[in-house]
């Protein structure tokens, strides 16, 4: 907002003892009623700015907040503030693909730029008798003005959390069917398919595999931004099953490459690896290539295997 500087138009002058010109009275009369023309004007404008200024900034009002967590960690809870102070908030220990159809309410906010800030944790780094190792992080978010819908149940801000710690706003949001990665449904179904295999080389838990599978997804998303519930599922079955590095064989690494920006075609090719390879990657015998790295931290290590911190 531009701001608009008033004129200086006030002096002070010693007073002098001198015949008063009657031309000189009327030049000084004339100046005075342009300089409080001049202010009348400047307020005038000053007005209008700030008029234009409000008229801009969106205002959303009775909202409700829904967080979508992907992050392979407990999401607890999360503050939206944005540029003039008003905070939103929600979450309730949401575990890893949770929070479709949880929401809070109710808010105001305003404006298109938000600070979101959210506490999260390992729940399998935590032991009877310990207390919760919980960490802090934000992000800037912004959102392009949008008119407020009519219905107060319709007002609601989808939180998206991402396993690189970005967040999406998206408003006006839905109750169900907005989740942008499916952990959840990858979870259900690997474990449908693969749930005796799992369980005899991990012995977790329920809730343990689930975060284990919710690792491998957020890996998934971080190196190679897959979405697709197949690739995903494709993904996890050859991580956790047949070897945790199986992206760093050649072969594989190929099959990546070309399938980027088509959905569903990793699933397709590496389900048709030939045989010699997937021996190879069984026995973990192959020259193995260089794969995008993931920042310390995005992914907690994996729990310890064979019944360690089994609830």
């Known amino acids: 907002m531009k701001r608009v500087l008033m004129p ?10 001198r015949a008063i010109d009657p031309g000189r009275r009327g030049a000084r009369a004339a100046r005075g009623r342009f300089s409080a023309a001049l202010r009348v004007a400047a307020a ?6 700030m008029a234009a200024c409000s008229k801009s900034d969106p205002t959303y009002t009775s909202i409700s907040t829904e967080a979508l967590n992907y992050l392979p960690y407990n999401l607890v809870r999360f503050t939206i503030t944005d540029q003039f102070g008003n905070k939103a908030r929600g979450g309730g220990d949401l575990e890893p693909g949770a929070g479709e159809g949880s929401i809070a309410c109710c808010y105001l906010l305003k404006g298109t730029d938000f600070k979101v800030q959210w506490t999260y944790y390992d729940a399998d780094d935590w032991r009877p008798g310990e207390q919760v190792k919980k960490q802090q992080a934000e992000a800037d978010v912004s959102v392009p003005p949008t008119k407020q819908p009519d219905s107060i149940g319709s007002r609601i801000f989808e939180v998206h959390f991402y396993p690189d710690h970005h967040v999406e706003l998206a ?18 179904d690997l474990t449908k398919r693969y749930g ?4 005899k080389k991990y012995e977790d838990s329920d809730a343990q595999s689930h975060r284990r599978i919710s690792r491998t997804v957020a890996e998934a998303w971080i190196k190679y931004r897959f979405t697709d519930r197949r690739d995903l599922e494709q993904y996890a079955y050859y991580a956790l ?12 690494q190929k ?3 070309s399938s980027k920006g088509k959905p569903g075609a990793f699933a397709k090719a590496v389900a048709a690896l030939s045989p010699a390879v997937v021996k190879a990657l069984g026995q973990n015998q192959f020259q193995a290539v260089a794969v995008p790295s993931i920042p310390a931290g995005l992914v907690p290590p994996p729990r310890e295997e064979n019944g360690h911190g089994r609830s």
Do not use: T
């Open 196 to 199: 005796e295999r799992l369980d």
């Open 241 to 252: 099953l047949v070897n945790p590095r199986f992206d760093a064989h050649p072969e594989v």
């Open 44 to 49: 005038g404008l000053l007005f209008v700015s």
């Open 171 to 188: 408003f006006p949001g839905q109750m169900l069917g907005s989740s942008r990665l499916p952990v959840v449904d990858v979870s259900r």
């Open 255 to 257: 099959l990546i490459q």
């Open 8 to 17: 200086d138009v006030m002096q002070y002058a010693a007073p002098e003892f």
